[in-house]
């Protein structure tokens, strides 16, 4: 279903051409990036371990509940990416990192793809002109590329254990 229908998708997301009264916009290099935050946390990240049969993996463990939360974008034709720190997760902050990525990519049109999460759907929320969301489909995070990514980032501190979250910030 959303194969068949993301060309329509894409379409309805592009801007629209300038009637003939109007100043023409100048065209601008169509870019499409795969955005989503994750949460990182002094709760240990843990994965599994090699060991030999009816052996539990041993490793660091503490349950210390402050987080941060990381929103990313890749761009998967060109592996680009921009990333921006946010706490608390809400569609304030989601509108600050379109702004921010906006800004970084001034000089071209931005598609998104997005999950539905309330805050990337959020009424109130302001996107800026040279952005535009196109919604994946509902509980279908195998979409999005930068899910793996997020994945090998949590990989990267799986099983370590940080005091503060200073020197978590530095390893991610």
């Given at each position: 279903?959303?194969?068949?229908?993301?060309?329509?998708?894409?379409?309805?997301?592009?801007?629209?051409?300038?009637?003939?009264?109007?100043?023409?916009?100048?065209?601008?290099?169509?870019?499409?990036?795969?955005?989503?935050?994750?949460?990182?946390?002094?709760?240990?990240?843990?994965?599994?371990?090699?060991?030999?049969?009816?052996?539990?993996?041993?490793?660091?463990?503490?349950?210390?509940?402050?987080?941060?939360?990381?929103?990313?974008?890749?761009?998967?034709?060109?592996g680009e990416s921009y990333f921006q720190e946010a706490d608390p997760c809400n569609s304030q902050s989601f509108g600050e990192y379109l702004k921010g990525l906006?800004?970084?990519?001034?000089?071209?049109?931005?598609?998104?793809?997005?999950?539905?999460?309330?805050?990337?759907?959020?009424?109130?929320?302001?996107?800026?002109?040279?952005?535009?969301?196109?919604?994946?489909?509902?509980?279908?995070?195998?979409?999005?590329?930068?899910?793996?990514?997020?994945?090998?980032?949590?990989?990267?501190?799986?099983?370590?254990?940080?005091?503060?979250?200073?020197?978590?910030?530095?390893?991610?």
């Open positions: 279903m959303f194969q068949a229908e993301l060309e329509r998708t894409l379409r309805e997301a592009l801007p629209s051409e300038p009637r003939p009264e109007e100043t023409p916009r100048p065209l601008l290099p169509i870019r499409l990036w795969s955005p989503d935050e994750s949460r990182f946390g002094l709760i240990t990240v843990q994965r599994r371990r090699i060991t030999r049969k009816g052996v539990k993996p041993i490793g660091a463990f503490q349950q210390k509940f402050e987080s941060f939360y990381l929103y990313g974008a890749v761009e998967p034709a060109t906006s800004e970084a990519f001034p000089d071209s049109f931005n598609l998104l793809l997005v999950d539905n999460g309330r805050h990337h759907t959020a009424k109130k929320l302001e996107v800026p002109e040279n952005v535009r969301r196109v919604f994946l489909p509902p509980y279908s995070p195998e979409l999005n590329p930068i899910e793996r990514f997020w994945q090998a980032m949590k990989a990267g501190v799986a099983w370590l254990a940080f005091e503060t979250l200073d020197p978590l910030r530095e390893r991610v």
